[in-house]
Structure formats: C-alpha cells, structure tokens
C-alpha cells in the first residue's frame, strides 16, 4: 500500500498573541430539529434562504485550504448537521483530506438521528463524535430542548457503541442552577457503566433570547466537589489547547470532563475558529464582526486569495471573551445554533 505523506502547510496560521490555530469548527447548517432553551426561541428564528448556505463543494475547498494553513481538527457542528442530507458525503470527502495533514474529524450532533445515521458516518470516516445531552430524566428532556425525543437519544448513542472508529464518544451536558445539581451522581454512573466521557460544560450567554444570568451557571468546580466527595477523582493530563479538565475515576472506571469557560476561561491556549453555514470566519464564539469568505469564493477567489483572507481574520483573533467583566461584554453578534459550536 502506497503510504501519501501529508502536504507541507503553506503557512501556519497564528494569531497577534501568538496562539497557532489548528482547530476549526464549520457549521454546515443553522437548522436544528430541536429548540433548547439555553440555545433558541420556541419559535421565529428564521433560517439561512438555501442559497446562502455552503454547498457540499464549497465547505471541502474552504477547509482544504484552512488544512493547507495547518488547520488538524475539523469538527462538523450545526444548528443540527445531521439534519443536513449530505452529512455522509461531507464527512466522506473532509476524511480525505488526511492526505493532506488532517488528524481528526468529528461531530457534535443532538444524536436524535443517530441510530440511523452512525454506520454511515462510521462508514465515511468519522472518528470523534460529541453528543448533546443535558438530563437522563425524560421530563427534564422534554422541557430544556421542548421534544419528546430522550429515548431516540440513548438509543442513537448505544447505536454508536457498535463503531470502534468512532471513538471517542463524549457526551455533553450544559450545567445549569436549578436543572443539573440533582443528576451530577446520575451522569457519574452512567460515565461508569458506559464507554462514554461525560463532560460538563458551564451554561454561556449564546442565548437567542438574550436571558442569561450569570446567576444560572453551574460551575465546574461546583459539580466536581460533588463527584469528587462521592469517589474521588485523578486528573488526566492534556493537551495546552484542550478546553477540558478531565478526570478518571480513583478505580479507572469512568472519565469525566470539565469545560470551564465562565468561572475559569482558557482564552490564552484558545487555538480555534469558527466557519458559519454561510461562510462567514468567526474568532471567537463571542465575536462581533466576521470574516467574509462566501462572498470572494464564489466571486472567483483563489485559493492563495482565501488563504489571505483566513490569515487576516486569525491576526485579528481576539485575546479573550469578557463574559467576567462586567459592562465592558458584549454579547456575541448571533446566538449559538447560527454560529456553530
């Protein structure tokens, strides 16, 4: 078997602070067949016209130019990307680009679809998958994303289970007061007696109503004194740029994962950006402006013309959120189902 080296990166992409970026999240849709409470209204929100969204052709060139920039991560997000028809497809020609320095493609999906779709995408090449998931109690379920689809969920995710490339499966819940304290021992055990990562992710104001209080975060640290107190837990070392604390169990049944970014930001090692469904470069999930790259593709850009274009946005990186600082936060220019996780 002829072994293809990767292409050598054309140049790195590497922000005014100095941080090189090597992880991009590309949105291939703002639809999402859920409404979470934390995420989007009951109703309105009307989304992108077809014509603005980036076709099949369009998301593989654009990020195999970020790739010949040194981009090594690529996660698929949404809005919902498996409602999109084409997610196979996409996977499938995103996973050839390995050839050319890729080292992990992933998804972060609602896994209400995933019972159909894990052979597919296991099929396609996926490698890493991230599964929304906020309550183990079919109640809570219903109320936080306003569907009755709990079962359809655990389903899809024991459907995983039967693909060993994907790996590995991590399952994210949003913390929130009032909602997720009663369940912190519930999602210990399941973490314990499934081969998932549970990972905690302290509630941000990417809200489409605009109705976050800092009041509703349920800190990292809040929940591992918890499940600290009821088995103890040994860190596990990472990498700079990863946005999770994680921890096995004293035992090494079970690991789990704390992202931080309110109580504890890790704005300094931040090595991501963000491609929306219409092609729009975001540096941060709090920006304000953005990065047009839709409107030059399909003008007839090169790919050393986008090229520029993604290093200009990176330079313009900002050097950290300012959710911890009073008047001077600004709410990001659009909530998080149309930016992309």
């Known amino acids: 078997m002829q072994i293809i080296a990767p292409a050598r990166v054309k140049r790195p992409l590497v922000d005014s602070y100095g941080r090189l970026i090597e992880d991009l999240r590309i949105s291939i849709t703002d639809r999402c067949n859920f409404r979470c ?23 593989v060139r654009l990020a195999r130019i970020f790739v010949r920039n040194g981009i090594k991560e690529i996660r698929l997000t949404g809005g919902e990307p498996t409602v999109r028809p084409s997610l196979p497809n996409i996977v499938r020609r995103l996973s050839e680009l390995r050839s050319e320095g890729l080292e992990s493609l992933s998804l972060t999906t609602n896994g209400v679809l ?21 309550t183990l109690v079919r109640e809570k379920f219903h109320r936080i994303t306003r569907r009755d689809c709990l079962d359809r969920v655990l389903r899809g995710l024991e459907t995983l289970e ?13 913390a929130m007061k009032n909602f997720t304290e009663d369940e912190i021992l519930d999602f210990a055990r399941f973490a314990r007696s499934k081969p998932y990562v549970v990972r905690f992710i302290e509630y941000m104001p990417l809200d489409a109503d605009g109705n976050w209080k800092r009041e509703q975060v349920l800190t990292g640290r809040e929940i591992f004194t918890v499940m600290n107190a009821w ?5 596990i070392e990472t990498e700079p740029s990863s946005t ?39 540096t941060c999930l709090f920006s304000i402006d953005e990065w047009d790259l839709a409107g030059p593709l399909r003008a ?24 911890n600082e009073g008047a001077a936060f600004q709410r990001a220019s659009r909530s998080m189902s149309q930016i992309g996780g």
């Open 231 to 235: 088995k103890p837990l040994v860190p």
């Open 162 to 174: 039967q693909y060993p490339t994907i790996r590995p499966i991590k399952v994210n819940v949003v």
């Open 244 to 282: 999770s604390r994680r921890y096995r169990f004293v035992d090494g049944i079970g690991e789990v994962g704390f992202i931080n970014p309110v109580s504890e930001p890790f704005c300094s090692t931040c090595n991501r950006v963000r491609l929306t469904a219409d092609g729009q470069i975001r």
């Open 300 to 323: 007839g850009a090169t790919d050393d013309q986008l090229g520029e274009i993604m290093h200009r946005a990176v330079a313009h990186k900002e050097l950290k959120h300012k959710i």
């Open 114 to 134: 995933l019972d159909k779709l894990a052979g597919k995408l296991a099929d396609a090449g996926l490698t890493r998958i991230n599964v929304s998931l906020d």
């Open 37 to 59: 409470q934390y995420c989007m209204p009951a109703e309105g929100l009307p989304w992108l016209p077809n014509d603005k969204v980036l076709t099949d052709d369009e998301i």
